[in-house]
């Protein structure tokens, strides 16, 4: 019985977009009509709930691959290689100075 119950509740409202109030509610109605008991309606959430979080985490890396293969074929730039090709630009301009210095001395010098 309780499996029908978790495959009708999960199927109607989609895991995925569950809250654990939702469940808690859901489980709560089921344990009042009689059709759970009360450790069956906490093992039925805390199933839902794990479901739920799996869905989440699995959405989530679809989420990021289809993110990350749309971000490479527009050939887009990451602030991260922003933020690298600026700190290799300011290690350029140093040793530009340096160099710029220590040939200005050799010219005095000479």
């Known amino acids: 019985m309780i499996e029908l119950i978790k495959k009708a509740v999960l199927t109607g409202i989609g895991v995925a977009s569950l809250t654990k109030e939702k469940m808690e509610e859901i489980s709560k109605e089921f344990i009042e ?3 759970l008991s009360e450790e069956e309606g906490e093992k039925l959430v805390a199933d839902m709930l794990k479901r739920a979080e799996d869905s989440r ?3 989530e890396k679809q989420t990021e691959k289809i993110v990350d293969r749309t971000l490479g074929k527009m050939q887009l730039v990451r602030a ?3 933020s690298e090709l600026k700190a290799e630009i300011e290690t350029l301009r140093k040793e530009m100075e340096l160099l710029k210095n220590s ?3 050799d010219a005095i010098d000479n």
């Open 103 to 105: 040939f200005n001395k």
């Open 57 to 59: 985490k699995s959405l």
């Open 80 to 82: 991260s290689d922003i």
């Open 33 to 35: 009509k009689g059709k």
